[in-house]
């Protein structure tokens, strides 16, 4: 994953406000993490990715599972991955253009760190530039 002084760049958006500060508050003790940009609703979303240009977007929803706005964001920012969290926080999803989506249980702060990790470092490492 090493790619320099390059932190992994995080977007979190459309989530209660409980999940966002635990999302924010656990990212920003880590060296290698940074939020860059927050969004509340899926216009402003849409609109600041191609401004902020994240790693990995952490999204709020009902069910992980079953979402219109993934293949739109994946289609607009292929090198994106989105880590989408139910809003009780108790299950997520990985999403990338493979394509291919992979489910997880009980997601604590620690796993959640270790998904957005595991999400950026598979483009960090390759070379490619934001």
């Not at 990715?49 to 952490?58: H, K, M, N, T």
Request: charged share 30%; net charge negative.
């Amino acid at each position: 994953m090493e790619r320099g002084a390059d932190k992994i760049r995080i977007f979190v958006a459309m989530m209660p406000r409980l999940l966002r500060e635990i999302i924010t508050g656990s990212v920003t003790g880590e060296d290698d993490m940074e939020v860059v940009g927050e969004a509340f609703e899926r216009g402003e979303l849409l609109e600041l990715l191609g401004e902020q240009r994240p790693d990995v977007v952490v999204v709020g929803c009902r069910d992980p599972n079953l979402t219109d706005i993934w293949p739109e964001l994946l289609f607009r920012h292929p090198r994106i991955k989105i880590l989408a969290i139910e809003e009780v926080g108790r299950r997520a999803c990985l999403y990338r253009l493979c394509p291919e989506q992979v489910s997880f249980g009980e997601v604590s702060p620690a796993l959640l760190l270790n998904l957005i990790r595991d999400a950026a470092g598979e483009h960090l490492g390759s070379g490619e530039s934001n």
